[in-house]
């Protein structure tokens, strides 16, 4: 009872001070204070990059916009599992007879990617008109590709990616502080319980308590040294190690050792030097300057992009595994590639959108219009194809109204049926352009939908014309009056040779509505 009154508070101080050690250690290590650190050390060294006001950037982030369709709405500390293959899914619950992880629904799961309320969103930034379509101009389609384009995206998250690679190697020039602690109990001889009789219930103090022969160590060692590497590859170590043990055999023994030490390694022949040891350092510290400059030349790429689908540009890029690990070796983040990785160089998980967008594709051949006008893509890409259409409506409407006549003239034997036939048959040609034209130019705002702008291609969009207005010499307006202007002069010449007062009356009616659009479009020309 006595040795264990005296030995108690001693053994309880080294634990404390072990415990208080780990305590220590481990506070603050959450992977929510993870993040929110590395946030703030990628914000801070691209802001101390942004020193001139060509590349300079402003106030950014690397979470997407609440507005987008692409927005996480969970938590990002604790993220619900996404929709998985139900057959892949039985080898998280068991791999080649054993048991999978326990917690992989501990946070729940999702059933969805989306963010089920970007459509709400839509309606405080987005132009709808009477039919709820979303009225799409130049400037409405540069601020929804800001929001929802998954490209625009990934090059945010790849110079975050790249600060964070300046952040590693800085980090290894930084002193860092280890620690540990180890506690051991070893006995050795006969148990206590194998003693003899008269040892038995007379409590854990003094050596009449112990078997003859038996052995107690209770050994408890703490260590903590610091580690310092220099910029000419040198390594500095300053080590402090304390230990106590208590033997109980025979006299109880106790012993307290302590021990500080430190080391300088500095070598001198191969990997010397500041060249070799500042070699990651500077690599990832110009890859980031470059990579801020290379956002600077995607952003009015990406304008040009979105205008006529021609991004030009390379965005900011991360050194692939084949050119050396530097930064965070090994991790790619949320992309392809990465410092250590070898996506980019094999183009292994690769995704995203072509850089010449679908304007190089979406044209119509040999450009608009019959003119040999140059194919464009992006938005203006639209806009020309839409022009297009209604320059072959147009065309079509006209050749429908001279077919009328040219039947007309056949039957009082003006013509032969050959000058029919061949207008004919270039009216049936007109038609399968016209569907040509059609099918492109929605399959067009298909692909700027979801390859520029982010959007689903089910989102109905209606096109503003009006930049192209100055361009446009044949209007709708005047091709509709043609068509009644023909349908008229049809149903006149249907008229029996003694009309009676009403069909008389109906043909004047025709006659006037014809009048005051024509009396319209004359105060509409300038």
Not at 188 to 193: D, I, N, Q, V, Y
Not at 214 to 221: R, V
Not at 356 to 371: E, I, K, L, Q, V
Request: with cysteine; aromatic share 10%; hydrophobic share 40%.
């Amino acid at each position: 009872m006595n040795l264990a009154v005296s030995i108690c508070p001693r053994w309880l101080m080294a634990f404390a001070s072990s415990l208080s050690l780990i305590v220590i250690m481990t506070s603050g290590c959450h992977r929510h204070d993870y993040r929110l650190a590395a946030d703030r050390q990628a914000y801070d060294l691209v802001k101390e990059k942004s020193t001139d006001p060509r590349w300079a950037i402003g106030k950014w982030s690397v979470y997407t916009n609440p507005c987008s369709r692409y927005y996480d709405i969970y938590d990002p500390d604790k993220p619900p599992m996404p929709p998985d293959d139900p057959a892949s899914h039985q080898y998280m619950i068991e791999v080649d007879g054993m048991k999978g992880g326990k917690h992989w629904n501990d946070w729940g799961s999702r059933s969805m990617l989306e963010n089920p309320k970007w459509r709400q969103e839509l309606v405080s930034y987005a132009r709808f008109n009477k039919k709820d379509e979303v009225v799409l101009d130049l400037d409405s389609a540069l601020q929804l590709s800001l929001i929802h384009s998954p490209d625009y995206q990934r090059q945010l998250e790849t110079m975050y990616l790249s600060a964070l690679d300046v952040s590693t190697e800085r980090f290894r020039f930084e002193v860092q502080f280890f620690g540990g602690n180890g506690t051991d109990f070893v006995h050795l001889g006969k148990s206590f319980a194998q003693g003899s009789a008269r040892n038995r219930g007379a409590g854990l103090g003094g050596a009449r308590n112990r078997a003859p022969g038996e052995t107690n160590t209770l050994a408890t060692n703490t260590d903590a040294w610091l580690a310092k590497r220099t910029a000419t590859a040198g390594q500095l170590l300053v080590g402090f190690a304390n230990s106590f043990v208590w033997q109980f055999a025979g006299p109880d023994i106790d012993r307290t050792g302590s021990l500080l030490n430190f080391n300088l390694v500095q070598p001198l022949l191969r990997g010397a030097g500041r060249g070799v040891a500042l070699e990651q350092l500077t690599i990832v510290e110009r890859g980031l300057l470059a990579n801020l400059r290379a956002f600077q030349r995607y952003r009015q790429g990406f304008y040009t992009r979105v205008a006529v689908g021609d991004l030009g540009v390379v965005g900011p890029q991360r050194r692939g595994g084949f050119f050396g690990g530097t930064g965070l070796t090994g991790f790619t983040g949320t992309g392809s590639g990465g410092l250590g990785g070898v996506g980019s160089a094999t183009g292994f998980g690769r995704a995203g959108f072509s850089a010449g967008g679908f304007g190089a594709t979406g044209g119509g051949g040999a450009g608009f219009a019959g003119g040999g006008a140059g194919v464009v893509g992006g938005f203006l890409g639209l806009l020309q194809q839409l022009q297009q259409l209604r320059n072959t409506e147009d065309s079509l409407a006209l050749q429908v109204n001279q077919l009328a006549q040219l039947e007309a003239y056949h039957r009082a034997g003006l013509i032969t049926l050959i000058q029919v036939d061949n207008l004919r048959q270039n009216i049936e040609t007109e038609r399968a352009n016209l569907l040509q034209s059609r099918n492109a130019f929605e399959s067009s705002l298909d692909s700027f939908k979801t390859g520029t702008m982010g959007l689903p291609p089910d989102l109905p969009i209606s096109l503003d014309d009006s930049m192209i207005q100055q361009f446009r010499f044949l209007d709708p307006a005047i091709t509709r009056i043609s068509q009644r202007l023909a349908q008229l002069r049809l149903d006149v010449g249907d008229l029996p040779d003694v009309p009676s007062v009403q069909q008389l009356k109906a043909s004047l009616g025709d006659v006037r509505g014809v009048r005051d659009a024509l009396r319209q479009q004359f105060e509409s020309i300038d």
